[in-house]
């Protein structure tokens, strides 16, 4: 008799490694038309086209030493033995050396104070003259004081403008990658350079990078200038083309059943398993922030180019998150983050609010489900007997603390998870709501069911046993269902697509979102987006933008393997809606 052991053991480790890798490499053969010699070399070309955009920001701080050997008025003539590394719209800052620093216990010369002169600007290099301006500080403090451009990094806003989102983060990425930048996103959208640089000074950055693009049938021309923050002096402008096929490329690059091409703005790989997400202005600053939970961890970026993080907090008796939400229920111009979760066969729901600089703890309810319910919040009692148990009611903020409102009608069996309420353009009212069998459903005014979807919708991944007297009895399950979200007057729902028609047990090699409409008659149907890689999650809505947490099929990223990165992970969605 063969047994087989339930987990695997560290030192068994690198062989699953290598059924993960070899069953991957089978699955991309299979998904996959292979990438011929051609490819490679389009790749490897616009690639490099970017490269030469990247060489020249570079180009303009490198770590640079030299001194002043003359000086007339403001200009002055420079000499260095890295002149290579050198070229007209540098900046150097200038100083001169101090008196000896020495270390208080050893009293050894740690080396000199350096004080600060001001700064020069390369204006001219002919033969083995080097030529410059003094841009600020007194003339006559220059002569031989030593000039350098610091190894430290380079802080950079960069701002993208009309370019394509993929074709934008790749080369962010290469910026990122050299090691010299510090970049800084920004979430104005305006060609004004002058608005630009106001923005650089609020976030102390150095220098604007600005891109912009022109489309043609075949290629787009990618325009890169750099101005210093300082003075809006522009340094640099380089245009280089880019082929339409490699920006298509870049539209998959997420991989192994992404994106649908040109839906996407943004896509994340995030380093930890996340199940749920919410956007919420959590500091009333008006800016939108991003709510991610992973275990009993809750997480808040600022979307950008890339993810910021600014705040992380632990929810107490917590292993795993049920709901998230946001709502301002206090009216106080700032979301509070709603949140039930689950700690072995407990139930518990919090609000947590932003103070200072962190989250302090508003609400907490044991054997409580909560979520957001028009502008203010809905609650159902929790048993371990029936999951759900009795009505719904609405849990009202009043002075200070929260309390428990009157029930929402409802059609039966609708449970807190279940439904979200729709108008007509009549001024119908009616109740759109999940069956535990995945099916949606139609409820008039009066609970009667007037339609349902013409087919299930992937089943829900968060099921739990009701809990029994006796081993012998099952009393089946509760779900938490895949959330509702209403736009325009339109309800928005998940659907997942098994890798094999119906066998859902093989995972899902694809979601999509699909929008519902009641016309005061019939249910229409549409398609807002399709093709998002993998298991669809969780979504959120925040004007003209969706976005959504998927699993990769088989909870791993193929093509991570073969770059020798992480399998592992959730991927974050950034889609746009616009015109949709």
């Known amino acids: ?37 051609q490819t490679k070399e389009l790749k490897a070309k616009q690639e490099a086209s970017l490269n030469v955009l990247k060489n020249e920001a570079l180009s303009y701080f490198e770590p640079v030493t030299g001194r002043v050997i003359a000086v007339n008025g403001k200009s002055i003539k420079i000499s260095s033995d890295m002149q290579k590394s050198i070229k007209p719209g540098m900046r150097f800052h200038a100083i001169k050396e101090g008196v000896n620093f020495i270390h208080p216990v050893t009293k050894e010369p740690l080396g000199k ?45 960069f701002y ?90 870049l539209r998959f690059k997420s991989g192994f059943f992404g994106p649908k091409e040109g839906e ?37 970026y600022r979307p950008g180019v890339d993810l910021k993080l600014l705040w992380e907090f632990k929810v107490p008796s917590t292993s795993e998150v049920l709901w998230l939400d946001t709502a301002d229920t206090n009216n106080n111009k700032k979301d509070e983050i709603i949140i039930t979760s689950m700690y072995g066969e407990d139930v518990n729901s919090y609000i947590y609010e932003l103070k200072d600089s962190g989250f302090v703890q508003l609400y907490k309810s044991k054997d409580t489900f909560i979520r957001k319910f028009g502008n203010g919040i809905a609650a159902q009692e929790y048993t371990k007997n029936n999951g759900y148990d009795g009505p719904v009611f609405s849990l009202i903020y009043s002075e200070g603390t929260y309390k428990k409102g ?5 059609p039966e069996g609708v449970n807190i998870y279940d439904f979200q309420p729709v108008n007509s353009s009549d001024g119908k009212q009616a109740i759109l709501s999940w069956d535990d069998r995945g099916y949606l459903n139609l ?64 995972g899902y090699k694809s979601s999509e979102i699909r929008s519902f409409w009641w016309n005061g008659i019939t249910v229409e149907e549409r398609g807002l987006l399709e093709e998002i890689g993998g298991e669809i999650l969780d979504y959120a809505v925040v004007g003209d933008r969706l976005i959504a947490l998927s699993k990769p099929l088989f909870g791993i990223r193929a093509q991570n393997i073969l770059k020798g990165e992480s399998p592992f992970g959730t991927m974050l969605y950034i889609f746009s809606l616009k015109g949709r």
């Not at 991003?290 to 809750?298: F, K, L, R, V, Y």
């Not at 009157?406 to 409802?410: E, M, R, S, T, V």
């Open 1 to 37: 008799m063969i047994t087989i052991k339930p987990k695997i053991k560290m030192q068994n480790a690198k062989l699953m490694y290598s059924i993960i890798l070899i069953f991957s490499i089978c699955i991309l053969h299979f998904n996959m038309q292979p990438v011929n010699a």
């Open 113 to 157: 104070i350096e004080i600060p002169v001001g700064g020069i600007e390369i204006t001219e290099i002919k033969g083995d003259e080097i030529s410059g301006i003094i841009i600020h500080g007194k003339p006559e403090d220059f002569l031989n004081a030593k000039i350098k451009i610091a190894g430290t990094k380079i802080k950079v806003l």
């Open 160 to 249: 993208q403008g009309n370019v394509d989102w993929f074709l934008g983060d790749a080369y962010y990425q290469m910026l990122k990658d050299s090691g010299r930048f510090e970049l800084i996103d920004t979430g104005i959208e305006t060609n004004d350079i002058q608005r630009l640089v106001a923005e650089a000074k609020t976030k102390g950055a150095e220098v604007v990078l600005s891109l912009n693009s022109e489309d043609f049938t075949d290629h787009i021309n990618l325009t890169q200038k750099l101005f210093y923050v300082s003075d809006s002096k522009q340094l640099s402008e380089k245009k280089v083309p880019v082929n339409i096929a490699y920006v298509k490329e």
């Open 264 to 300: 996407v703005l943004l896509s994340f790989q995030l380093p930890f398993g996340a199940r749920h997400i919410a956007v919420g202005d959590l500091d009333g600053d008006g800016d939108p922030d991003i709510i991610i939970a992973s275990g009993d961890s809750i997480r808040v």
């Open 406 to 410: 009157g029930a929402i009608k409802l």
């Open 443 to 506: 409820y008039n005014e009066k609970g009667l069911r007037i339609w349902i979807s013409k087919e299930d919708f992937g089943g829900f991944s968060a099921k739990f046993k009701r809990q029994s007297p006796t081993i012998m009895v099952d009393r089946g399950e509760w779900s938490v269902k895949d959330r509702l979200f209403v736009k325009s007057n339109e309800v928005l729902a998940p659907k997942r697509k098994p890798l094999f028609g119906m066998a859902k047990g093989l």
